[in-house]
């Protein structure tokens, strides 16, 4: 059995760069292309998804019981946008619970594209994290 060689903390350091900033973790290694193609798709899926209408999640507020437990999944798929989130969360851009908003028509799909932005800046966070731990080019 081969033992399993620890992660160098560049690692640890360039997938949380690329968390924060999506697309930072493969700049920072020299993947030009891979980075800003990865960042283009995320900013893009994150700010359609606003335009459309999305709404974001979060856990708190007078949410109780199941609900909140309903709402964490999503949340840490939003999180997963790193800045974009966190600067929409104290803009209080997309998490108003706006009746208006929710009867457009591409609304859903809003909040489609909204976790997928998020759950795909996970991926290259990933990405960039087995690049600098030498598991991958």
Known sequence: MESEAKAPAQAWLLSTAGWLIPGAGH????????????????????????LMGGHMFSVGGNDQGASTLLQLAPMVANLGSGILYIVC?????????????????TYEYGNTFLLIAGLLNYLAMLDAFDISAGRKT
């Not at 891979?34 to 960042?39: I, P, S, T, Y």
């Not at 969360?89 to 028509?105: E, H, K, T």
């Open 27 to 50: 700049l920072l290694q020299g993947k030009f292309v891979r980075g800003l193609l990865l960042a283009a798709v995320v900013w893009f899926c994150f700010i359609a998804g606003l």
């Open 89 to 105: 969360w104290f803009a209080g851009i997309g998490f108003s619970d706006d009746p208006m908003l929710a009867a457009r028509a």
